[in-house]
């Protein structure tokens, strides 16, 4: 079990509480409050996602993105999804609920190239949000015409998951990193649209990423400093 954000027996501060109900018990990273969509990549099938958020954003594979539950995928999260870069992508259809004003978006990352200059790890019909790889490998969040921020690192492993979080409010942007904030920014612009969710591909047609994934979630609020660091430690352990 795994309580996320439960109010200690103080009364004071918030605390998350681990435990295995028995030895066959698989633990998961949990899905966190708000969230809108949660793709855990679990499904054992070439054809369907499953988003467990309660929101139905399900979506479609297309192309022969791979569903795996080998020792690429970390550990205790039972599958994840590999993308080939040539014509695997994910598509979800619009909803309500998937045009946030203020978000976060998080997700495990394991790329094919340990510096990738371009690729979409999910874009949100006519820009309307954006997560990517810019020129200088650094992975951006984008609203609109606007890449509010980006990571400061340039360099990603290719042989172990890390964990990527972008929040996003009225005040500004941030991005996380393994837990750590790495880089903040204004923004000016909160678009929204009706198009479809892609995932590992700008639009189906181009941009297409060679990575594995797993755990991607939005979330229609953002989180605190400290909640991301609680979903960070949540998937790592």
């Not at 929101?55 to 994840?80: D, E, M, P, S």
């Not at 695997?88 to 190239?113: E, H």
């Not at 594995?212 to 979903?231: C, F, G, K, P």
Request: aromatic share 12%; net charge negative.
């Amino acid at each position: 079990y795994d309580d996320f954000n439960t109010v200690g027996s103080s009364g004071f501060g918030k605390y998350r509480y681990y435990g295995v109900e028995d030895s066959n018990t698989t633990l998961q990273p949990i899905t966190p409050k708000d969230a809108v969509l949660h793709l855990r990549f679990n499904d054992n099938s070439t054809t369907n996602v499953t988003d467990v958020s309660g929101y139905q954003n399900n979506g479609r594979t297309v192309g022969g993105a791979v569903w795996v539950t080998n020792l690429t995928c970390r550990n205790n999260f039972v599958g994840c999804a590999a993308f080939d870069g040539s014509n695997d992508f994910v598509q979800i259809a619009n909803s309500g609920s998937l045009q946030p004003t203020n978000m976060t978006i998080a997700f495990w990352l394991m790329t094919r190239a340990a510096s990738p200059t371009s690729g979409y790890i999910l874009h949100k019909g006519n820009a309307e949000y954006t997560v990517n790889f810019s020129g200088g490998s650094q992975i951006q969040f984008g609203r609109g015409a606007t890449n509010a921020v980006q990571t400061a690192r340039t360099a990603w492993s290719t042989t172990s998951f890390e964990h990527v979080v972008f929040v996003q409010n009225a005040s500004g942007a941030a991005v996380y990193v393994n837990g750590t904030r790495e880089n903040t920014s204004t923004i000016n612009t909160m678009p929204t649209g009706t198009g479809s969710l892609f995932v590992a591909s700008r639009d189906g047609t181009d941009t297409f990423l060679a990575t594995v994934v797993d755990e991607i979630i939005i979330i229609n609020r953002s989180l605190t400093a400290d909640e991301v660091y609680q979903l960070y430690v949540g998937g790592f352990n």
